[in-house]
């Protein structure tokens, strides 16, 4: 057996101003074939996993190229074309072969191309033609569109949000793969649109009790091979953009589309009752600033660079400025240019200085004030599980007492080590300001007195049914109330 894998992937926020090119990838992970480290990035375990299942079986596994982008705005065209051409020639020259196993996110959006997995993936039919496998690993914030289901024969996304599960994942695509070249299943791919935009975080209900429920019939049900829900990408101003159900089976078309189509009128039916409850800028204020001990994590949740925004949002730092809030650190603000001053300046300096909100509308505005540099870091890094996030140079500034981390590479907030690492010790802190949505929660929760989720300006297209769409259907909820009438609940 011989087969090829190649990782293309990064997550296109179509609102954001961060417009990116060859050199964001080359930032987070380019590698060329048989470059690609130990361990996997988030969309790259299909190329990790691959390696290990290959030479288990004595197989040959042909690796393409491995390009991740961290989430931003709209991808260069010649960056994508280059990208997919230099992987669709190492196909080219890997044929015949037996399957082509791929990592991709799903969410990217080009210059010229609103479809560039659909793109990319029906090129790849092409070459291989229609009998060889052809079979990818999704980050569940993508957008399932009818030229990829086309294209591919079974897609794997995601389970879990915070996304803990993407080898495991990455397992279980190898495994159907498996299966599948030495005769035992043929699958069978059935999409169910659950016409609606939502938030699906794994780590409260609804949706912790609704992803056991898909991992409980892949055990139970010999018929079933995987069970994916796309979430869907609200940032991303597509045509196809959505909640979709996906059941795999082994050849039963009509089992999994009713069971595609009875799962996602069930997500369906829990519409709004996903995400969790949101305090405005005032309430978190107000809330952090009467709880006796701390320290409590206010998440900025929509100016998260995870899911593509600058990361430089001053609405929350202004308020609790405003308000004379004590025992404040505010991890992170992006300001490269700001950055650059203060190293300019060095430690110990007192500058006058101007950061923040100058990425775009809804995020706030700049804030001016005499500052201390208190410390510099070249090249900061923060902990990430078991491997390490780039902020990029950094600076820790104090302005009336407020601790402020000011960095140049966008990173969303994913451990309080990037205090400790500026010098500040989050453990002492009354308040602590990160920029994430939701991943950061399983390392603050350990040391958070209390967290509080807030919505703050407007950085990110949050709000589905008021966001400035061009191009997204508005026949899914909640552009529309009910588009199922009434089959759904
Ligand atoms: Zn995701």
Redesign the pocket.
Known sequence: MKLFTAVLAT?TNTFSPICIDKRAFEASLYARPGEHPVTPT?CSAPLTVGRRVCAEKGWTLVEGSAAWADPAGLINRQTYEGLRDEILDQLRAAMPVDGVILGL?GAMVADGYLDPEGDFLSRIRDIVGPDILICTEL????HLTAKRVEAADFFVA?KE?P?TDFVDRAEDLWRIAVDVLEGRVKPVMSVFDCRMIDVFPTSREPMRSFVDKLQRIEAEDDDVLSLSVI?G?MAGDVPEMGTKLIAVTNGKAEKGAQLARSLGLELFANRGRHMMPQLTVDEAVSRAMSVETGPVVIADMWDNPGGGTAGDATVLLAELLARKAEGVAVGTIWDPVAVQICMAAGEGAEIPLRFGAKSAPGTGNPIDGRVTVVKLVRNAEMRFGESFAPFGDAAHIRLDGTDIILNSVRAQSFDPSLFSVMGIDPTTKKILVIKSTNHFHASFSRIASEILYCSAGTPYPNSPAHNPYRLVRRDIWPMMENPHGTEAA
């Open positions: 997550e988030l996110h980050d569940p914030h993508s995601f949000f996304h979430h990408f």
